[in-house]
């Protein structure tokens, strides 16, 4: 038993400075979470402030338009959910049908690109194009005869705006994945399906869709983690006071009441009510994932 | 429709979407080259009109804008070997079968639970405060030293070497340290340059760290200075010297020219990403 112990030892070690920094950086913030039910002074920090039970979640309850807040990030959550699903796996199917491997290979490698940009830089170039007055997206629905729309600025807009450069942004990523499916796709399925009588529609319908399905399957469980993110980085660089009633989402209202406003209890009341019901949704896709195609994250 | 229109279509098609996604940055590229008058009368579409390399001038002039460019090169040449190294020693031990190591499933857990849930925006602040490095280069390296997901990936990745050749290592003597530097990095290098690469991606865009955990904008980093004078239009971090500028090459020009530049080490790294890409992506999630 000793010289087993002792053979592990390196092991160990080895996870030893990552261990502790996950201790600091992440569990520590998780203890934290007392602060929801405290009412933070600066000088008794996070774990001795005084009690104050559940009333920052009262206060939170009786937020104006905390109902829409949370309409808001479900809404456009939700959207860019099935967006980041069809988007996809149709560019998939085009794609996989032009046979130029050059211009595949040039497709992919433009529409890939904006994923490794940050919102920071996205939203320089989409504050420039989007503008009513200087924009050269309106002044092409100008010379189109289509008046100028305020697509940053009119809250009916908004989520629109954000769900389209959400996909122009990531639809590249997700399509490499189901490329990757459909390259591993048997072409004898083809070669039978083809002797078969099938013409080139009914093998999409018959062989390619059904060889997708398990991994459509696959990517739909797991975004359903993703319920609660709206994607905070994109409407914090996006948005404004003008469109708050339909743009304004969980993370970005914890952003303003806890670093603007200071009000550290409830921002973590907010926050806590989020990372709750994410875990629950996390916790059930993989559990989904696992059960129903054989998913491990490890 | 006959199978050839179908064709002609579907490349038409493709051609137009990738056309219209790399469409904005044209724009704003061409306008970041042009002269401010051209710009301001709404002529430049997807060519510089007027072509003058003014408002790079400006811009690769500007200290708060050279210096925040350093604080983000330093950033990744110290928050990647950090976040590789740890990443490394973490996925090994966890890669190993149960038999070899008790507490492999233990400590799994331990480094996944993070992934599940968090303290949310307020108790991490609060925690990185209290641990004295806020306003210091540390904010940036320490907090995110652990990218977990990237150790699920490599973990499973060291799990497809095949157990024979670390074996055969061990029973000539060589230790762990010595079966992972020798055997499992140098097999996996594949997968280590495509983590290296996203590594470098995460720290060179990431801003909103920078943003809250430093007090002094003249620690930001370059991505945390451009969300506030481009996309937040902070006018306190704008010096009266540089507005006396604007006039003359135009809010509009200067910013697109700092969003190229910003872009640049991305364009650098990108045909590396091109590459390894593919395998990253289907390594980590097309496991069943």
């Known amino acids: 038993m000793r010289r087993r112990t002792i053979r592990e030892l390196p092991f160990h070690l080895m996870i030893l400075p990552g261990f502790l920094l996950v201790l600091v950086y992440s569990y520590f913030p998780m203890a934290g979470i007392m602060m929801a039910f405290e009412k933070l002074s600066p000088t008794k920090g996070m774990f001795l402030s005084p009690w104050v039970s559940w009333k920052n979640f009262e206060y939170m309850l009786h937020l104006p338009g905390i109902a829409g807040v949370l309409w808001n990030t479900v809404f456009i959550a939700g959207m860019k959910m099935a967006m980041g699903i069809v988007v996809p796996v149709t560019f998939a199917l085009m794609l996989n049908e032009a046979r130029n491997r050059l211009f595949k290979r040039s497709v992919q490698t433009i529409i890939y690109f904006p994923h490794f940009l940050s919102w920071v830089i996205l939203s320089g170039i989409l504050i420039d194009i989007l503008s009513p007055s200087t924009g050269i997206v309106n002044a092409a629905l100008g010379s189109l005869g289509i008046p100028s729309v305020y697509f940053l600025g009119d809250p009916d807009w908004f989520p629109f705006t954000l769900v389209i450069s959400d996909v122009w942004k990531e639809f590249g990523y997700g399509t490499i994945v189901y490329l990757a499916a459909l390259a591993g796709i048997n072409p004898a399925l083809y070669e039978a399906a083809a002797i078969d009588g099938a013409g080139r529609i009914r093998q999409t319908w018959n062989v390619t869709l059904p060889s997708l399905l398990p991994m459509i399957m696959l990517m739909s469980i797991l975004s359903l983690g993703n319920v609660l993110n709206a994607g905070f ?58 059960r129903l195609t054989n998913y491990r994250i490890f | 429709m006959g199978r050839r229109a179908f064709v002609v279509m579907n490349y038409l098609f493709l051609a137009a979407i990738a056309a219209a996604c790399l469409f904005p940055l044209v724009n704003v590229l061409a306008i970041s080259f042009s002269a401010s008058s051209a710009v301001g009368a709404g002529e430049v579409k997807l060519w510089p009109i007027g ?93 995110g030293a652990v990218p977990v997901f990237n150790v699920i990936l490599l973990l499973n990745f060291f799990k497809t070497i095949p157990e024979e050749i670390e074996e055969a290592a061990l029973m000539d003597g060589a230790g762990r340290w010595q079966a992972l530097w020798k055997i499992a990095v140098p097999l996996s290098a594949p997968a280590i340059a495509t983590l290296t690469l996203f590594c470098i991606v995460t720290h060179w865009n990431s801003w909103f760290e ?73 390594m980590g999630s097309v496991k069943g």
């Open chain 1, 233 to 290: 980085e994109q409407v914090f660089n996006l948005y404004s006071a003008q469109v708050y009633r339909t743009g304004d989402i969980i993370d970005t209202l914890v952003y303003r009441i806890g670093v603007e406003n200071a009000n550290y209890g409830v921002a973590t009341a907010v926050g806590l009510f989020k990372s709750v019901v994410s875990f629950v949704m996390v916790g059930t896709s993989y559990l989904l994932a696992y």
């Open chain 2, 51 to 143: 072509f003058n390399l003014k408002s790079y001038e400006f811009v690769l002039g500007k200290p708060e804008f050279a210096n925040a460019f350093l604080i983000s090169l330093e950033r990744v040449a110290v928050g990647v070997p950090v976040n590789m190294l740890l990443t490394i020693l973490v996925a090994y031990p966890l890669s190993r079968e149960r038999k070899d190591f008790r507490f492999r499933n233990a400590y799994a857990w331990y480094f996944v639970v993070t992934i599940l849930f968090s303290g949310g925006l307020i108790p991490w602040y609060m925690t990185i405060k209290s641990t004295g490095i806020i306003d210091s280069f540390w904010a940036l390296i320490l907090p």
């Open chain 2, 210 to 282: 920078g943003l809250i955990l430093m007090n002094s904008p003249d620690n930001y980093p370059l991505q945390s200075y451009l969300q506030t004078v481009i996309v937040n239009r902070d006018m306190s971090l704008i010096s009266a010297a540089e507005l006396a500028r604007w006039s003359e090459i135009s809010d509009r020009t200067s910013k697109a020219a700092q969003v190229f530049v910003a872009m640049v080490p991305v364009l650098l790294v990108y045909p590396f990403l091109q590459k390894y890409f593919a395998e990253g992506i289907v």
